[in-house]
């Protein structure tokens, strides 16, 4: 028999991430994966091990608890929150039911993968704006907006840090509302970002073509749970919750959500080191031969050098330091890497390793 699948289907490519290979080696240290740089809380971690029991039960179908608390962290109402399996789970979803062979899409590159390779599953006409800071190419990209179409923006940006303002991005979202398009804001990061507060989720109250994505995972180090959520028009939120696949969301991660959403003071006291970490970073990378960061607003850096990436990430490996390689982000080449920003004692191990390269 031929196995027949959708053009699309035949044509995908799964996209590499940061974490990769698993790590069960525990003497590697994992810069690819953009966490907390505080670990996890540990109010989740007593409530997992209390609650380990009740995974012989159904979870919540419609995370409902979980809700309730995102209901007072963002201070909107229930019909405007969902709850996904991560924020991946979200993005496939909203392209799923929003997007189709006739929707234009305009993702500003280099930028996280899956929202191309989402849209792509749909069919979609993708353009690229390539920009290293989209903060200085505002009219430019305000230009190419289409009509009816969706906009993906990541703010800040990953991989490269950048943090487009409030106001410039509400012009974007003013032009899209005119034109009938989408604009999805992933502030997976936002909450990383110190003395600093761009987000634009208050304006979902104001715009309902504006949809923000955020995630536990990075704020709250939860990777291994998978749990996210978005603010969104109740039209919009309607219509994703009748499309999720059920129970996607797991007891421990609904358990953990609602653990984590009490401790503001892990997100204040997280924010703290990032401030500290990024800054000691930059200017000791900045030092070395070869190697140079562009500036970043949250707990990762993006850093140009002259060596070949690939080549450089296997002898970090061999120092036990995990880098990203950076080659296959649309926009970028083998001359990038990307490091999480950690404990100090963790970054001058990865200075050191940098040093060793040289």
Same mark, same amino acid.
């Given at each position: 028999?031929? #196995?027949? $699948?959708?053009?699309?289907?035949?044509?995908?490519?799964?996209?590499?991430?940061?974490?990769?290979?698993?790590? $069960?080696?525990?003497?590697?240290?994992?810069?690819?994966?953009?966490?907390?740089?505080?670990?996890?809380?540990?109010? &989740?971690?007593?409530?997992?091990?209390? %609650?380990?029991? %009740?995974?012989?039960?159904?979870?919540?179908? +419609?995370?409902?608890? &979980?809700?309730?608390?995102?209901?007072?962290?963002?201070?909107?109402?229930?019909?405007?929150? =969902?709850?996904? %399996?991560?924020?991946?789970?979200? /993005?496939?979803?909203?392209?799923?039911?929003?997007?189709?062979?006739? $929707?234009? !899409?305009?993702?500003?590159?280099?930028?996280?993968?899956?929202?191309?390779? @989402?849209?792509?599953?749909?069919?979609? !006409?993708?353009?690229?704006?390539?920009?290293?800071?989209?903060?200085?190419?505002?009219?430019?990209? #305000? +230009?190419?907006?289409?009509?009816?179409?969706?906009?993906? #923006?990541?703010?800040?940006?990953?991989?490269?840090? *950048?943090?487009?303002?409030?106001?410039?991005?509400?012009?974007?979202?003013?032009?899209?509302?005119?034109?009938?398009?989408?604009?999805? &804001?992933?502030?997976?990061?936002?909450?990383? !970002?110190?003395?600093?507060?761009?987000?634009?989720?208050?304006?979902? *109250?104001?715009?309902?073509?504006?949809?923000?994505?955020?995630?536990?995972?990075?704020?709250?180090?939860?990777?291994?749970?998978?749990?996210?959520?978005?603010? @969104?028009?109740?039209?919009?939120?309607?219509?994703?919750?009748?499309?999720?696949?059920?129970?996607?969301?797991?007891?421990?991660?609904?358990?953990? @959500?609602?653990?984590?959403?009490?401790?503001?003071?892990?997100?204040?006291?997280?924010?703290? &080191?990032?401030?500290?970490?990024?800054?000691?970073?930059?200017?000791?990378?900045?030092?070395?031969?070869?190697? $140079?960061?562009?500036?970043?607003?949250?707990?990762?850096?993006?850093?140009?050098?002259?060596?070949?990436?690939? *080549?450089?990430?296997?002898?970090?490996?061999?120092?036990?330091?995990?880098?990203?390689?950076?080659?296959?982000?649309?926009?970028?080449?083998?001359?990038? /890497?990307?490091?999480?920003?950690?404990?100090?004692?963790?970054?001058? *191990?990865?200075?050191?390793? =940098?040093?060793?390269?040289?």
């Amino acid at each position: 028999m031929k #196995i027949r $699948t959708k053009l699309s289907i035949r044509k995908h490519v799964p996209v590499i991430h940061g974490g990769r290979p698993p790590l $069960t080696d525990h003497k590697i240290i994992d810069f690819s994966s953009n966490i907390s740089p505080i670990g996890i809380p540990s109010s &989740v971690k007593k409530i997992l091990k209390k %609650n380990i029991d %009740n995974i012989k039960n159904y979870p919540d179908f +419609s995370s409902s608890s &979980v809700i309730s608390s995102l209901e007072k962290y963002t201070q909107y109402e229930k019909s405007n929150i =969902l709850v996904g %399996n991560g924020a991946i789970e979200i /993005i496939y979803n909203f392209c799923f039911a929003f997007l189709s062979k006739k $929707t234009k !899409v305009l993702i500003p590159v280099p930028t996280f993968q899956e929202y191309e390779t @989402a849209a792509k599953l749909n069919n979609c !006409v993708i353009s690229y704006f390539k920009t290293m800071n989209l903060s200085e190419n505002l009219d430019s990209f #305000i +230009s190419q907006i289409p009509k009816n179409g969706c906009i993906f #923006i990541c703010n800040p940006n990953n991989p490269t840090g *950048k943090l487009l303002p409030k106001n410039q991005l509400s012009e974007i979202i003013k032009k899209a509302k005119k034109l009938s398009t989408f604009v999805f &804001v992933d502030e997976c990061f936002i909450e990383m !970002v110190p003395d600093s507060n761009e987000s634009v989720i208050s304006h979902v *109250k104001k715009y309902d073509n504006l949809f923000v994505l955020r995630s536990l995972t990075k704020s709250f180090a939860l990777p291994g749970i998978r749990i996210g959520y978005a603010i @969104a028009s109740k039209q919009m939120i309607e219509i994703l919750q009748k499309i999720k696949i059920p129970w996607s969301v797991n007891s421990l991660a609904q358990d953990a @959500a609602i653990s984590a959403l009490k401790t503001q003071s892990h997100l204040i006291k997280s924010n703290l &080191v990032i401030k500290n970490e990024l800054n000691y970073l930059t200017n000791k990378i900045n030092r070395l031969n070869g190697f $140079t960061c562009i500036n970043s607003s949250t707990n990762f850096l993006l850093i140009k050098t002259k060596k070949d990436s690939t *080549k450089l990430q296997k002898k970090l490996l061999e120092q036990n330091i995990l880098v990203r390689d950076c080659k296959n982000f649309r926009g970028l080449n083998n001359h990038y /890497i990307r490091v999480a920003v950690k404990s100090h004692k963790d970054n001058l *191990k990865l200075v050191k390793a =940098l040093e060793n390269a040289e």
